[in-house]
């Protein structure tokens, strides 16, 4: 499975759009890019996975451009509830294993 | 989307004793499901594949004969931490893959 890197905190505030960047320079032609929040003491939590391009759930945006080296996580207008650890991983669709990084910590503050 | 559940969402055992953790997948078939270990300020690392009606596929380093994993059947994979000792403390995950991976909500076990 493709490595990834992540910054490994973030701060911003209530009401802010984060944007949360991950590279992935050695994804393969049919890996997915999916992201999972977790919370302490809480399984991940699926938000949202793409191919290329942009995909846009209820709440999150997956943006990914044409080279797929690299994909950014956009949360709109964060809440204190969305502090939590976010993990990008990059596989094959139903993935085989999953291989976690070290994710980032989103810190969001009043 | 597909939920998977675990239970205990915690237990607290003596040193020496088993302690069996099971993962269910609620509204889908899971032939295969795979077990997590997360120890404080860390993350996740895969353990073993459960596999239905078939043997477990341990990560390096992951003793076999110390977590036991049983997949009984397409919704059900067990597993059993034996003669558990303190260093065994830590955040047991469990998921089962779909169009992605569902993550149960984790079991935190404490041996003391």
């Known amino acids: 499975l493709a490595k990834t890197t992540q910054p490994i905190s973030m701060d911003s505030y209530e009401g802010q759009e984060v944007n949360i960047t991950c590279s992935h320079n050695?994804?393969?032609?049919?890996?997915?890019i999916t992201w999972y929040q977790q919370f302490p003491s809480q399984g991940p939590r699926f938000i949202i996975q793409?191919?290329?391009t942009k995909v846009t759930n209820e709440v999150a945006s997956l943006f990914i451009p044409a080279d797929r080296k690299s994909s950014t996580l956009s949360l709109p207008r964060v809440s204190l509830s969305d502090t939590a650890v976010y993990y990008c991983?990059?596989?094959?669709?139903?993935?085989?294993?999953?291989?976690f990084g070290k994710g980032t910590m989103l810190l969001v503050s009043p | 989307g597909a939920v998977v559940s675990q239970h205990p969402s915690w237990v607290i055992c003596k040193s020496g004793t088993s302690v069996k953790i099971e993962c269910r997948s609620l509204?889908?078939?899971?032939?295969?499901m795979f077990w997590y270990r997360q120890f404080p300020k860390q993350s996740l690392m895969l353990m073993a594949t459960?596999?239905?009606?078939?043997?477990?596929?341990?990560e390096q380093g992951v003793e076999k004969d110390k977590f036991l994993i049983n997949h009984a059947s397409l919704t059900l994979s067990t597993l059993t931490v034996t003669s558990a000792h303190p260093e065994d403390s830590s955040f047991y995950i469990c998921?089962?893959?779909?169009?992605?991976?569902?993550f149960g909500p984790g079991t935190r076990l404490l041996v003391l």
């Open positions: 793409g191919y290329k």
């Open positions: 509204d889908f078939q899971a032939t295969t």
């Open positions: 991983l990059v596989g094959p669709p139903g993935y085989s294993t999953l291989t």
């Open positions: 050695n994804i393969a032609t049919n890996d997915y």
């Open positions: 998921s089962a893959p779909l169009e992605t991976q569902y």
């Open positions: 459960s596999n239905e009606g078939s043997k477990a596929t341990y």
